[in-house]
């Protein structure tokens, strides 16, 4: 069982940044992805952003391409999501997700992630 956290979370402005955390434990080393997702009020959940545990690819929704970066800590148990030129459309609360298969990056569904951590808000205001 993998065990996330998620921090950095906040109130920014739009056009403002944020950095978000997502630190794992457990067993992290059998993820083959690390992946975020958010969920506004009444939406579902959407795909954000995704990294391999030991590729150099990275994925993101076409919604933050461009704006959004994620990196992967030395310690290579966090993950750090780069959010820049945040919108008010951004606003949602952020969910760190791993996944054990391929199928995390290729499909890129909450369906394919198999453990969650609890959710950090992030507000954009106009």
């Known amino acids: 069982q993998v065990q996330l956290v998620e921090s950095g979370g906040g109130v920014v402005q739009a056009g403002g940044s944020l950095r978000l955390s997502c630190a794992a434990s457990?067993?992290?080393?059998?993820?083959?992805?690390m992946g975020w997702f958010r969920q506004a009020p009444g939406k579902e959940r959407e795909f954000v952003t995704a990294i391999p545990w030991s590729g150099a690819n990275t994925y993101y929704a076409d919604s933050v391409k461009g704006r959004f970066t994620i990196s992967r800590g030395n310690a290579r148990n966090t993950v750090y999501p780069q959010m820049n030129s945040l919108q008010p459309e951004d606003t949602a609360v952020y969910y760190c997700?791993?996944?054990?298969?391929?199928?995390?990056?290729?499909?890129?569904?909450?369906?394919?992630?198999?453990?969650w951590g609890q959710g950090t808000l992030v507000t954009v205001s106009s």
């Open positions: 997700a791993a996944g054990r298969t391929l199928k995390t990056v290729v499909e890129r569904t909450p369906n394919a992630f198999d453990a």
């Open positions: 457990g067993r992290a080393a059998s993820s083959y992805a």
